[in-house]
């Protein structure tokens, strides 16, 4: 729980840079989805946190972001 900060401060980070790229691709209904699920992981992070949940939870979540961030924003940087 002592990374909590950092947690949310990554998670959020990656999810800019995300969607920065998803963008740079246009604004068709798959960027919009892609932008919603980004949106959506990301926010799950933020509000496991808050609501304190189990860490096992808070760190799926996180991860869970994490890869999800990661994975679209290469997807998206390379084609």
């Not at 963008?23 to 808050?50: E, K, P, R």
């Not at 990661?70 to 997807?75: A, D, E, G, K």
């Amino acid at each position: 729980m002592l990374y909590v900060a950092s947690a949310i401060i990554v998670s959020t980070c990656l999810g800019g840079v995300a969607v920065y790229y998803i963008f740079q691709n246009g604004h068709a209904f798959s960027q919009m989805a892609q932008v919603f699920l980004v949106t959506v992981c990301c926010t799950n992070v933020l509000a496991a946190i808050l609501s304190v949940q189990k860490p096992k939870i808070i760190t799926l979540a996180f991860a869970t972001s994490i890869l999800m961030s990661v994975v679209l924003t290469i997807l998206n940087a390379l084609f």
